[in-house]
């Protein structure tokens, strides 16, 4: 198979971007047009005057990728050229469940066919590890230490699935790099799909983290093992299928592998946030039915 992501980009060794970003295009195969807004994976495969993709390939501003996927969408129905090209958003949390809201929200709305993947590493890390919509509870990042008065995130994790369901997507579903298989399948169902799907893809990131990047892949599937990131589908609404855990890990197992978290391992009273954390775990178990 032809990769459609060259070698040599600069992203980290076991970047968690370039992996989704790869198993995307295995899955969506030549034809198709990517946009990407500003993050880390724009900035590690575009350094002028270089590019990684064998695709045609644009960046958007970090604010408007789904308004640059609905113009590009609109423009190949208007020449007649659309056929079964289709038009596939790769983005950041960042740029998803915040900066990026009011953009994909209108493209949805609108009904524009069109692919959205948020690469969902849980903080912007391409600037320096803020806290995003998306980084989970009690995860220490620049902007939400950990420290004397504080155990790190004091929000939720944004359930952007169900947000973009309630937009009337026609697929929804939930995906890891850490499921390759699962992910390209998904991929080439959403692209299968006439209207605007979404696909929200965990994606561990070393550097941001804190873990070695050899564990990549095994964060991921602990993320699901433990419940923490529940694998489903939802077609028009309704869950249709989900990933079943025979037998749930404890969430510290998770967690004890991360640097984001080992402030609870360390501080007093990070026990009983464990135990929050495991109640959001069993939480997601008797919800989706992982059980």
Not at 146 to 159: A, E, I, Q, T, Y
Not at 234 to 252: A, F, L, Q, R
């Amino acid at each position: 198979m032809k990769e459609l992501l060259s070698p040599g980009h600069t992203a980290c060794p076991a970047c968690c971007d370039t992996m989704i970003a790869k198993f995307t295009l295995r899955a969506l195969g030549e034809d198709c047009i990517i946009v990407s807004p500003t993050g880390c994976l724009e900035v590690t495969t575009s350094a002028f005057p270089t590019s990684s993709w064998q695709v045609p390939w644009i960046h958007s501003l970090f604010e408007n990728a789904g308004a640059v996927a609905s113009g590009i969408e609109a423009a190949l129905k208007a020449m007649d050229k659309k056929e079964d090209t289709k038009v596939v958003v790769l983005a950041g949390d960042g740029g998803t469940l915040d900066i990026g809201m009011r953009s994909i929200s209108g493209a949805f709305e609108r009904g524009h066919d069109i692919v959205y993947i948020c690469i969902d590493n849980e903080a912007y890390m391409n600037t320096g590890v803020q806290r995003s919509g998306a980084t989970p509870f009690n995860a220490t990042t620049t902007t939400s230490p950990s420290g004397k008065v504080s155990f790190g995130n004091p929000l939720p994790k944004k359930n952007m699935p169900a947000i973009m369901a309630a937009h009337g997507s026609p697929y929804v579903a939930t995906t890891t790099l850490a499921y390759p298989k699962d992910l390209m399948k998904k991929v080439k169902k959403a692209a299968d799909i006439e209207g605007p799907t979404y696909i929200h893809a965990h994606a561990p990131c070393t550097t941001g983290w804190g873990f070695d990047t050899a564990k990549t892949v095994e964060i991921g599937k602990l993320a699901v093992q433990t419940a923490l990131w529940p694998m489903y589908e939802m077609e028009n609404g309704e869950i249709t299928s989900v990933k079943k855990i025979k037998k749930p890990k404890p969430v510290e197992d998770y967690l004890r592998m991360q640097r984001r978290f080992k402030h609870l391992f360390t501080m007093e009273g990070g026990a009983e946030e464990i135990e929050k954390i495991q109640a959001i775990a069993d939480y997601n178990i008797k919800h989706f039915g992982l059980q």
